[in-house]
């Protein structure tokens, strides 16, 4: 079976028929492919990101994951099938367990990290940060590995990302959202 056709909507229902091998997100039921596996730099930038966050949550109760795994953003109506929003962040972290199923994550993470890629720019810049401010995602993280830097977005009143902050390979990320986390960017832009 091949991609589902991209011009109808679909749900979390629809989703969980399709054939594992097929890389898709749903955006408000339109299907985002992302088949396209990542490069080389864009995987070594978030192994050393994966490598800070993982080592900052060993003896935490807070969770930290890795693409792929699914993020469910409901509407407040939504039951579980229903839901026209699922992403695989690059990497993201939930401080409340109760959000987290054998699916993934059903709400927002308290940060998602995205990293930058040529396929993937536009939707990262546009779409997704649209959807994450939306369903209350607290922080979010867009990292541009071509100009080693990263824009960290925190969410100041309820559903609106106000100016980002913007930091450079050398300087520590210290997370608002994840109380004590810090990400030293020179070991991640030293690919």
């Not at 839901?83 to 940060?111: F, H, M, T, W």
């Not at 209350?136 to 609106?160: F, L």
Request: a negative charge; glycine letters at 6%; proline letters at 5%.
């Amino acid at each position: 079976m091949g991609l589902p056709a991209t011009d109808q909507k679909y749900t979390y229902q629809d989703y969980l028929t399709w054939p594992d091998d097929i890389r898709v997100e749903l955006i408000h039921g339109r299907i985002i492919d992302m088949s396209a596996a990542p490069g080389r730099t864009h995987q070594q930038v978030l192994f050393e990101l994966s490598r800070q966050v993982a080592n900052f949550l060993v003896d935490k109760k807070i969770n930290g994951f890795s693409a792929p795994f699914d993020v469910r953003l409901p509407s407040r109506r939504d039951n579980d099938e229903e839901i026209e929003n699922v992403v695989q962040p690059d990497l993201c972290v939930i401080c409340d367990a109760s959000k987290l199923d054998d699916r993934g994550c059903l709400g927002a993470p308290d940060l998602i990290i995205e990293i930058l890629s040529p396929s993937t720019s536009f939707k990262d810049l546009t779409d997704k940060m649209k959807l994450y401010e939306e369903h209350g995602v607290t922080e979010y993280w867009i990292v541009n590995p071509v100009t080693c830097d990263v824009a960290v977005y925190i969410q100041q009143r309820k559903g609106v990302y106000e100016k980002p902050n913007h930091y450079n390979a050398g300087e520590v990320i210290k997370s608002m959202a994840v109380a004590g986390l810090k990400v030293e960017l020179g070991t991640v832009f030293s690919t």
